[in-house]
C-alpha cells in the first residue's frame, strides 16, 4: 500500500511539475505576444501612414487580452509553483536555529512548522478559496478581455491548498515514523 500511496504521490508531483511548465511556457508566449504588438501598433500605423497597406496579421495595437491572460496565469502559476517547491521541500525556511537544536527538538520544530502551514493551507488556501470561487462564481464576475468566469480563474488558490495540505500532513506522517526524507534536488542542481 505505501508503494502505491508513494507512487501516487511521484505522479501528482510530476503532474504539478508539467502544469507549472505548460503555464509558464504559455504566460512567457502570452507577454511577447503583448510586446509585439504593443510595438507593431507603431509600426503598422507608421506604414499606412507612408501609404503601404500592411499584412492582415500584424496588430494594430496591443491586442487586448495579453495583460488579463498573463494576470490570470501568474496566479495559476504562482499558486501551483508553491505547492510544487513545498512538495519538493524547497520552500523558504530559516533552519539556522533549528539545526542548532536537539534532533528530537528539530523533529518537533519541523512538525510545528508543518502544523502551521497545514493549517494556513487548510483556512485560508482551501476554505478561503472555495469561498472565493463560489463567491465570484454565484456573482457572474465576468473577464472583460477573455469572456470566462473569474471563478475559474480563482481555482488556482483551493487546488494549491489541497496539494499543500496533502504535502503537509505527508511531513508530518514521515517526521513521526523516523523515515525524514531530505528535500528533493532541483534540476539545475543535479
Not at 539545526?99 to 502551514?117: D, R, Y
Not at 487546488?159 to 531530505?182: W, Y
Amino acid at each position: 500500500m505505501m508503494h502505491t500511496l508513494l507512487k501516487l504521490r511521484k505522479g501528482l508531483v510530476k503532474l504539478l511539475e508539467v502544469a507549472v511548465i505548460v503555464l509558464f511556457a504559455i504566460l512567457v508566449l502570452d507577454v511577447l505576444w503583448g510586446v509585439l504588438s504593443r510595438a507593431s501598433g507603431g509600426l503598422v500605423a507608421a506604414l499606412v501612414e507612408r501609404g503601404y497597406e500592411p499584412w492582415e496579421f500584424l496588430p494594430r495595437g496591443q491586442t487586448p487580452w495579453t495583460e488579463e491572460v498573463a494576470i490570470n496565469l501568474m496566479l495559476w502559476v504562482s499558486m501551483l509553483g508553491a505547492s510544487v517547491a513545498y512538495g519538493a521541500k524547497a520552500h523558504l525556511g530559516v533552519d539556522y536555529f533549528v539545526g542548532k537544536l536537539h534532533p528530537q527538538a528539530q523533529a518537533l520544530a519541523e512538525v510545528l512548522v508543518n502544523v502551521i502551514v497545514g493549517v494556513f493551507a487548510a483556512v485560508v488556501l482551501l476554505g478561503g478559496g472555495a469561498i472565493l470561487v463560489r463567491e465570484t462564481l454565484a456573482a457572474n464576475v465576468i473577464l472583460p478581455a477573455m469572456q470566462i468566469k473569474a471563478g475559474y480563474m480563482y481555482l488556482a488558490v483551493p487546488i494549491s491548498g489541497v496539494f499543500i495540505l496533502l504535502f503537509c500532513v505527508e511531513n508530518i506522517i514521515e517526521i513521526a515514523s523516523g523515515k525524514r526524507s531530505e528535500p528533493e534536488p532541483l534540476e539545475a542542481e543535479v
